[in-house]
């Protein structure tokens, strides 16, 4: 069952809300933490029904702890396009490049006026200001990742655990110990490898 594309939509809001009230920093930094728990949503919805374990994953640290790393996981298992992947890590060095210098930095900084103008999904025109594209643009890649979780494969089932009984035991080891002497003839490992001494 899929699940209704306008689920998160008064969330959106309020998320967009938030922005609008923050400095340029916190707006980049804000940014970037809501699509990093999207893209854990949307992975999560694609996962085995196993919370404990898939938690463990996303702890800080584990394989899917980083913003990075879930984006280049969504885009490997087919759950992205190519230029959500590429603005989604274009935010992300928008946020290192606030996240990562003590001094006051704005939008209009240029190198990240620059990688603001790469951004893709925006439906603001090239001339408005680059915090402005880049809201805009965050707002756009959000709406691909919440149309992907509608679209995402249901949960799959933890795969059920070969029983092995006893029987089942025993016939492996006959076929080991079968096999085994085969390749122990085949490479001549069962023939004494000295020399016979002639008799006396």
Do not use: W
Request: contains cysteine.
């Amino acid at each position: 069952m899929t699940e209704n594309p306008f689920t998160y939509f008064d969330e959106v809001l309020e998320f967009r809300a938030s922005l609008s009230a923050e400095t340029d920093r916190g707006c980049a930094l804000m940014a970037a933490a809501y699509l990093a728990d999207q893209l854990e949503r949307l992975l999560r919805r694609t996962f085995v029904d196993d919370t404990t374990a898939i938690d463990e994953l996303f702890r800080p640290l584990a394989p899917l702890g980083s913003y990075s790393s879930r984006i280049e996981l969504c885009y490997a298992l087919g759950l992205l396009p190519d230029r959500a992947k590429r603005d989604l890590h274009l935010i992300r060095k928008i946020r290192n490049d606030f996240g990562h210098v003590a001094k006051t930095l704005t939008f209009d900084e240029p190198g990240i006026a620059a990688r603001c103008r790469e951004l893709h999904h925006t439906g603001r025109v090239t001339d408005v200001s680059p915090r402005q594209h880049f809201t805009s643009a965050v707002m756009g890649v959000c709406a691909v990742v919440h149309f992907s979780i509608h679209k995402a494969p249901q949960r799959r089932d933890v795969p059920r655990d070969v029983t092995v009984t006893e029987e089942r035991k025993r016939e492996l080891q006959d076929f080991i110990e079968k096999v085994g002497l085969e390749v122990a003839r085949d490479f001549g490992l069962l023939e004494d490898p000295r020399p016979k001494k002639p008799n006396a």
